[in-house]
């Protein structure tokens, strides 16, 4: 705004006992906006001046009207197309300009134009000489601020034809105030202990409160992707019928995470390079003592129709305490804690979504923490069969239809698949998943029925997050180098539950 506009407007004021803001805007040569926005300062300093609304109602042209004053009306060059000798009314639609149609009507109305069908094909031809194209005149006269001096039957029918609009401008009608000045004092903005307590604040003037700004935007908590997705997850599990295993334990036995699981103590991924390993406290020494033994013994001399794998197996290795390294060490102990309920087995689907731990080497889809996603369903009699069409259902919710399963190698699962699936937005088949049927000398030694059988699945939670959120780099979507702003803004996510 002009810095001073506010005191011309004062100044002016001060002489004239009234003036329309629209005047002042011409007057002073700028945007009437400007002066209404020097009004609101003033008025903002308390009742300097008396501010009435004023409408004022004026006939403007349209585009079309505009184009009418340029190059004269409809009708008028609908006419100037007829040549001496006749034209075709076809032909004449295209030389008579883009509004030749309107301008035909307007024409043969006003007695211009006729057609002549004693020829065939009928021509148009001109039943006058010449022409005076008022409509042109008159829009000019609007042109030229003379529009009131019309007749109203014509700014009627100029309206309706689109040529002429009439627009309303507010403006405010000022006079002095009961507080006039001609300069604006500052506005105070904060009462303080110093103008308290010496009474200066009963000569000072406050800026009042803009109750209209747009405030600050209060900050708020913002969920993690990997939290929107796991809250779908975790939806399409429940709509099938499973229950949450309890995961709250990052740190767990070497029993819990591999023994139990008929993976041997020699195992490779039981080895430090793969494997967290928990100095405080080292190890465990709570275990269900019967099971602990029908454990050693289907790893070291076998049983359940197994040869077992024929070493020396050690309780000391089966006490080191890790960080888990996979969630199937929840359903381990939830599976052992089925096959001992009250009341015997009874068939039970779970699942469970939460952190894992690996001594990997970090790369961009690589990370030494990360979230597992698994079900795991026990019944009477289940099958091969029953795990792949468990699959299709699971995947088919998540908007997946094309899998494809190729043989795999886990200690505790015997068939393995890996689970691969057509994804149409990356255009290529995927790895999504490892699963398959847990392995006798696993479920047996726990006291699950011989007759039982437990299918399972595992796939990781930030491959699907960072496919659904387009994130290519996994140090984009966890750990110290994530921009908040991705998580603010992130979208909600939506899977396809069908
Ligand atoms: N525990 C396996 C993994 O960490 C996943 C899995 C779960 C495989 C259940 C089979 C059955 O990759």
């Given at each position: 705004m002009h810095p001073d506009l506010t005191e011309r407007i004062l100044q002016h004021l001060e002489t004239a006992d009234q003036v329309d803001t629209l005047d002042l805007a011409a007057k002073f040569a700028v945007d009437h906006q400007k002066i209404v926005g020097a009004l609101k300062s003033i008025q903002a300093h308390g009742e300097l001046v008396n501010a009435e609304v004023a409408t004022h109602k004026s006939l403007g042209l349209t585009d079309e009207g505009r184009s009418v004053v340029e190059h004269g009306s409809h009708e008028a060059l609908v006419y100037a197309a007829v040549p001496e000798e006749g034209i075709a009314q076809a032909a004449l639609m295209t030389a008579g300009g883009p509004n030749a149609k309107v301008g035909f009507s307007k024409a043969m109305s006003q007695g211009w134009i006729l057609v002549d069908k004693t020829v065939t094909p009928p021509l148009v031809r001109r039943k006058v000489e010449k022409i005076t194209d008022s409509v042109k005149e008159q829009l000019k006269q609007v042109a030229a601020g003379?529009?009131?001096?019309?007749?109203s039957k014509d700014v009627t029918d100029f309206k309706k034809r689109k040529l002429l609009q009439e627009t309303t401008t507010k403006s405010f009608v000022l006079s002095r105030g009961?507080?006039?000045?001609?300069t604006l004092t500052k506005l105070e903005t904060d009462l303080t202990v110093e103008m308290l307590s010496s009474g200066l604040w009963e000569q000072l003037k406050f800026k009042s409160y803009n109750f209209d700004a747009l405030g600050a935007p209060p900050s708020r908590g913002h969920l993690h992707p990997l939290l929107k997705v796991r809250t779908e997850f975790r939806q399409i599990f429940l709509e099938m019928g499973f229950s949450e295993m309890?995961?709250?334990?990052y740190v767990e036995s070497s029993f819990w995470n591999f023994d139990a699981l008929f993976q041997p103590q020699q195992h490779p991924a039981r080895d430090a390079h793969d494997t967290f390993f928990v100095n405080?406290?080292?190890?465990?020494?709570?275990?269900p003592q019967e099971y602990l033994e029908r454990v050693k013994k289907v790893h070291s001399v076998g049983g359940y129709g197994s040869k077992g794998y024929g070493y020396d197996w050690k309780v000391e290795e089966a006490q080191k305490n890790l960080l888990r390294t996979h969630t199937t060490a929840v359903s381990a102990r939830m599976l052992y804690k089925l096959a001992n309920q009250e009341g015997g087995f009874k068939p039970a689907k779970y699942f469970s979504i939460d952190k894992v731990f690996r001594n990997e080497t970090l790369d961009a889809t690589h990370l030494a923490e990360f979230h597992q996603v698994e079900g795991v369903i026990a019944d009477v009699g289940l099958t091969l069969g029953d795990l792949i069409g468990t699959l299709y259902e699971f995947f088919r919710k998540l908007g997946i239809t094309q899998l494809e399963f190729k043989p795999a190698y886990n200690p505790?699962?015997?068939p393995s698949m890996e689970i691969f699936c057509y994804h149409p937005g990356l255009g290529k088949w995927i790895e999504v998943g490892n699963s398959g049927v847990f392995r006798p000398e696993m479920l047996l030694p726990m006291g699950l029925p011989e007759n039982v059988n437990v299918i399972a699945w595992g796939l990781s939670l930030e491959r699907p997050t960072m496919i659904k959120y387009g994130i290519n780099n996994i140090r984009d979507l966890v750990?110290?180098?994530?921009?908040?702003k991705m998580v603010e803004e992130g979208p909600i996510c939506r899977l396809d539950h069908v």
């Open positions: 003379k529009g009131d001096a019309l007749p009961p507080e006039f000045a001609t309890p995961t709250n334990n405080h406290p080292a190890k465990s020494h709570k275990f505790y699962t015997e750990g110290p180098k994530v921009d908040l």
